[in-house]
């Protein structure tokens, strides 16, 4: 049975080879074990981030006002994304 989550979309735009660079080094300060399920993928004008939260409050902690995700960005010279959030409704990792 799938745990409530709730996941985002952060779009970045931008060269795509700068922009992983530091994408990759952000992951750097990220303790893996606090990824339930993320991706990153290349686009031809920057990259897209899909992240996931274990509930939508958590998603509001980490990327609101205030939240970690901005230090994050502005540390590892990353623009702020295009972020759109939606309640999870199925997810298939193995």
């Known amino acids: 049975m799938l745990r409530p989550m ?3 979309i952060s779009t970045f735009r931008g060269d795509p080879d700068g922009l992983l660079a530091r994408y990759d080094a952000m992951l ?3 303790p893996p074990e606090r990824m339930i399920l993320h991706l990153c993928l290349r686009a031809d004008d920057g990259i897209v981030v899909v ?3 274990p509930s939508h409050e958590a998603f509001e902690a980490f990327f ?3 939240g ?3 230090s994050l960005l502005a540390r590892h010279g990353l623009p ?3 972020v759109h959030d939606h309640p999870v409704h199925a997810a298939f990792p193995r």
Do not use: K, L, N, Y
């Open 68 to 70: 970690a995700f901005h």
């Open 51 to 53: 992240d996931t939260c």
């Open 64 to 66: 609101g006002t205030g």
């Open 80 to 82: 702020e994304p295009e």
């Open 28 to 30: 750097a300060d990220i």
């Open 6 to 8: 709730h996941a985002s």
